[in-house]
Every structure is written in C-alpha cells, then in structure tokens.
C-alpha cells in the first residue's frame, strides 16, 4: 500500500509528465488557452492512460516477455493507444459534441502524444527496476496507480496553465513577449515550481 502510494505521488509531482519529461508539450500549448478545453484533454487523456498502461503492462509482462518477443513491444503498444483514443473520441463526439468540436484536431493526435507513449515505455523500464525502489512497477496495480497518477499530473499541469492564461488574457504583457512566449515563460516558471517536489523523500 504505501509503495502505490508513493508512485501514485511521484508520477504526479515528482516524475510529471509535462515538467520532468516534457511529453505532451503540443497539445499541451495549444489546447491550454482556456480551462474548460484544457480540462477536457486532460480527463481524455488520463482515461486512455488509465486503459492503455495497464494492457500495455499485461501484454508486455504475460505475452511478450514469456515468448522472447519484447522486441514487438512498441507496435503492440501504438496499436493498444490508437485503438484506445479512437474510443475516446467517438465517446466524446457521441456526448459532447462542444468539447469535440472545441478540441479539434487535438481530439485524434491524442494517439500521437508522446505523453501516452512515453507512460506505456516508461512502465516498461520500471518493471525492471528492483523491487527496493520506490518507482518500480511490479503488478498490474501499479501500472494502474502509475497510470491514474501520470494522467492527473498531465491534467494538473495543463488546467493550472489555462488558469494561468485566462488571467493574463486580463493584463498588459509587454508586445515582445506577447503570445507564446509569456507562454514559454510560465511554463519554465511552473517546472521551476514542481521540482521543489524532487527532494521528497516519498
């Protein structure tokens, strides 16, 4: 319990998806004017990392690895997050035909976001890890508390940036840093910010 507690933690904060690695850094800019769309990429993509981590895990743990076949991991693993995100999208286009339309073409690139892919390889390397290490993932719990945490660090960094540019949207930037690059800047000050969390000793 408190070792899936503590990689729940870390993939939020301490490994964050956006921050740590910088996986996701397009849609995670592009999408990230308003909160209502952020919020919605965000829950689309915590979902489908919450289904394809742990088919990925099961895959490459009881399929690939007993048959000698590690080597056909990253096809599998495309395929499980296109699938996926082809879900996704006929859900939200079937429910919510504004946040679909507000998405846009952001909606179907979630199977190219290199967020999903990087969590399902990320995973890959952790089960490897001694079991004494906080980050190692040993069972397909763990690959659903990583995934679940990684997703809502992602979520939590794309909603704290629209927050934060729906503020600025209200305030005088200067012209040479109008745009993207007081977007640049608020995105290095809040990596700044989360590797305060590095030092824990979760």
Same mark, same amino acid.
């Given at each position: 319990?408190?070792?899936?507690?503590? $990689?729940?933690?870390?993939?939020? +904060? /301490?490994?964050?998806?956006?921050?740590?690695?910088?996986l996701g850094m397009c849609s995670y800019l592009a999408v990230s004017k308003n909160v209502k769309t952020s919020l919605g $990429?965000?829950?689309?993509?915590? +979902? /489908?990392?919450?289904?394809?981590?742990?088919?990925?895990?099961?895959?490459q743990t009881k399929?690939?690895?007993?048959?000698g076949l590690g080597y056909l991991s990253f096809i599998l693993f495309i395929a499980v997050i296109a699938g996926i995100t082809q879900l996704v999208e006929m859900i939200v286009e079937r429910f919510s035909p504004s946040l679909y339309n507000a998405l846009g073409i952001f909606l179907p690139l979630i199977a190219v976001n290199c967020a999903i892919m990087g969590a399902s390889l990320f995973m890959q390397q952790r089960i490897a890890l001694a079991p004494t290490s906080t980050q190692y993932i040993g069972g397909v719990v763990?690959?659903?508390?990583?995934?679940?945490g990684s997703g809502l660090g992602w979520l939590l960094a794309i909603v704290g940036l629209a927050a934060i540019r729906e503020k600025m949207a209200y305030t005088r930037v200067p012209k040479s840093f109008q745009g993207l690059g007081i977007t640049f800047i608020t995105v290095g000050l809040m990596a700044m910010a989360f590797m305060c969390f590095s030092g824990l000793k979760i």
């Amino acid at each position: 319990m408190e070792h899936a507690i503590s $990689l729940f933690i870390r993939s939020i +904060f /301490v490994d964050n998806m956006i921050f740590a690695s910088f996986l996701g850094m397009c849609s995670y800019l592009a999408v990230s004017k308003n909160v209502k769309t952020s919020l919605g $990429l965000g829950l689309a993509v915590t +979902f /489908v990392l919450l289904v394809t981590v742990p088919v990925n895990y099961l895959l490459q743990t009881k399929v690939l690895d007993p048959m000698g076949l590690g080597y056909l991991s990253f096809i599998l693993f495309i395929a499980v997050i296109a699938g996926i995100t082809q879900l996704v999208e006929m859900i939200v286009e079937r429910f919510s035909p504004s946040l679909y339309n507000a998405l846009g073409i952001f909606l179907p690139l979630i199977a190219v976001n290199c967020a999903i892919m990087g969590a399902s390889l990320f995973m890959q390397q952790r089960i490897a890890l001694a079991p004494t290490s906080t980050q190692y993932i040993g069972g397909v719990v763990d690959a659903i508390v990583y995934a679940l945490g990684s997703g809502l660090g992602w979520l939590l960094a794309i909603v704290g940036l629209a927050a934060i540019r729906e503020k600025m949207a209200y305030t005088r930037v200067p012209k040479s840093f109008q745009g993207l690059g007081i977007t640049f800047i608020t995105v290095g000050l809040m990596a700044m910010a989360f590797m305060c969390f590095s030092g824990l000793k979760i």
